[in-house]
């Protein structure tokens, strides 16, 4: 049955929703939240993610490491008190060059990002070096900030795994990966415990007579019903533009498409043990004479014989016996409009392991007979400078947590806590106006966005 009254109907049971209802009824003791989604809790985007989290954030400002260590700690919070239900680790990002020229921008980078807060920075430039190696588990008593390893031999001694011809490596620390769907279901269960009602059903009409909220119609399986209450939250995903038309709101974001690809390592190219690997220089995608004579003959498939940009990464996944490793690469980001089932270049798992080749060449003993790969993947909904938006919106008792673009996991606590001071009424944090909508109504902040840099994105 559809409750006829709520404190606050928040639209979206993905980690956005999951995470806003936890921190307004466990955290901030708000009686009477109901949860509608009309797909089951954290099945659309929220179970595509790799699951990765880092404080390794750009500028301008210090806004997005601020939020992004607020999330952090709330997620080792939620490790503490649940044993590490939620396997987080602290492997760290680490971000490997075979590019001379691209070892000052790495040493300067880690400056930038320590001037931001991500933590100290320590340059290894001598093999006798007391650079700390991360453990495969746990997140406890580990060193934040970043290491700059800057001695090709010690880069070799320490990753025995990447190509020959790394010169560099900078390891980010308050980095690592976590399990989503644990993180997501310990959240709703323990807002469940306080009272959270999950609804299954679309949201469909909310109205706003007089420019405040006063109810949300939801069809459900059982018939349509009108839930009375002064607030709402739009925590609809890749859905979050149709969702703010129903509120008279249009909201700046677009969507992307990104997938990501698993197989099983059987030849064991990638240690189980190892962090994140991101090959930060372009790369060119290895081919055989034949293979380059039939690619420059093909008009879809030509560019393949480009240089392709920079950032193909990926991490061993899963305990035990698990073989699994993932990959990703974004070199492929057009605004899209959101369509499900997400469709997916065949040739995807191909171009991530030949990519993946350059920064770990063991793997290009897969090239001449492909694993099995499963491909799955999902939308970033995004705001142009890559920044998500917590805060309320133009109409009375209206808010929104979204445009979690392709961070939505490890900043979903961060986000959500934000978005429950709004609502309780709660001092705010000092990087609350760097994630309000409202931030666009400054002529100078939109000049900023049409001048903004590295967005962050990996
Ligand atoms: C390939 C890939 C890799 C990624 N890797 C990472 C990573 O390593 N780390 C990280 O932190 N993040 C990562 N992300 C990003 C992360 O997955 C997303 O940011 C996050 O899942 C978004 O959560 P959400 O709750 O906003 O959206 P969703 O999970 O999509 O949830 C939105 C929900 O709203 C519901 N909904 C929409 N409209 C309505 C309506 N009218 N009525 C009822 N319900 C409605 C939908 O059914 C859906 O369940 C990745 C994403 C992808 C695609």
Not at 350 to 363: F, N, V
Request: hydrophobic share 40%; with cysteine.
């Amino acid at each position: 049955m559809t409750p006829r009254t709520a404190e606050v109907v928040i639209c979206g049971a993905g980690i956005a929703g999951v995470a806003a209802a936890y921190h307004l009824a466990v955290r901030r003791g708000v009686g009477d939240v109901v949860l509608v989604d009309e797909r089951p809790p954290l099945s659309l985007t929220s179970d595509k993610s790799a699951e990765c989290y880092r404080n390794w954030w750009p500028g301008p400002g210090d806004a997005m490491v601020a939020l992004m260590n607020r999330s952090i700690d709330l997620l080792e919070e939620v490790a503490r008190e649940s044993g590490n239900a939620i396997r987080l680790n602290r492997r760290g990002y680490l971000f490997a060059t075979a590019d001379p020229d691209r070892v000052p921008r790495l040493v300067q980078a880690a400056r930038e990002a320590a001037a931001l807060g991500a933590g100290p920075v320590r340059v290894h430039a001598g093999a006798s070096s007391d650079y700390r190696p991360a453990p495969a588990e746990g997140f406890e008593e580990q060193p934040v900030g970043v290491d700059v390893i800057t001695e090709p031999a010690l880069v070799r001694r320490h990753f025995p795994y990447l190509a020959r011809d790394t010169v560099a490596v900078l390891h980010a620390r308050r980095c690592g990966w976590f399990s989503g769907q644990q993180l997501g279901m310990y959240l709703l269960e323990r807002a469940r415990d306080k009272g959270v009602r999950l609804v299954e059903g679309r949201v469909e009409r909310i109205d706003t007579t007089g420019g405040r909220v006063g109810s949300v119609t939801v069809s459900a399986r059982d018939g349509r019903a009108t839930i009375s209450t002064p607030r709402f939250v739009n925590a609809a995903g890749p859905f979050l533009r149709p969702v703010g038309q129903l509120l008279g709101v249009e909201l700046p974001v677009f969507s992307e498409r990104h997938a990501k690809a698993a197989f099983d390592d059987s030849l064991g190219a990638v240690p189980r043990a190892a962090p994140l690997v991101i090959w930060t220089d372009p790369v060119r995608l290895p081919w055989s004479g034949d293979e380059r004579a039939e690619l420059a003959g093909s008009q879809a498939h030509r560019r393949l014989l480009d240089e392709l940009p920079a950032g193909v990464h990926g991490r061993p996944e899963g305990a035990g016996e698990s073989q699994a490793v993932l990959l990703i690469w974004t070199y492929d980001v057009e605004p899209v409009e959101p369509t499900f089932p997400l469709p997916v270049d065949p040739t995807y798992p191909e171009i991530l392991l030949r990519g993946m080749s350059r920064a770990i060449p063991a793997l290009a003993a897969y090239l001449p007979r492909l694993p099995r790969c499963f491909v799955d993947g999902g939308y970033y909904t995004k705001t142009r400078e890559n920044r998500l938006l917590a805060g309320p919106l133009p109409v009375e008792g209206a808010y929104v947590l979204g445009a979690l673009s392709g961070y939505g996991l490890m900043s979903s606590n961060g986000g959500a806590d934000l978005l429950a001071d709004h609502i309780a009424g709660h001092p705010l944090p000092r990087y609350a106006g760097a994630f309000s909508l409202d931030r666009y109504d400054d002529p100078a902040y939109r000049d900023l966005v049409e001048r903004w840099g590295d967005s962050g994105q990996l």
